[in-house]
């Protein structure tokens, strides 16, 4: 990984480590997939961060540009998943 996570300074230091662990979570749906509560808990707390769509968007944009992982595709696909599906992006 030689890309850095986007996160907020307005944001609190235990905000900006939840964060970090949605885009973890990305991460890892692409590299071995994650149960699909466990995203959904984690995508919850960063809604609570981010609330605003644009700005979930800008920062997941970012994301996706520095790390080729889309945000947008993984959490489409979880919400489509059932509880205790396993989500991985192929």
Known sequence: MNYSYPFSY??????????????????TVYEKGME????????????????????EKKLCDEFEQASGY????VMKKAKEAQ???????E
């Open 70 to 73: 889309s945000s947008y595709r």
């Open 36 to 55: 699909r509560e466990k995203l959904m808990n984690i995508y919850r707390r960063f809604k609570e961060i981010v609330p605003s769509k644009s700005e």
């Open 10 to 27: 307005d944001w609190s230091t235990q905000e900006i480590i939840d964060v970090i662990k949605f885009f973890e979570a990305i991460e």
């Open 83 to 89: 509880n205790g599906d396993w989500i991985r992006m």
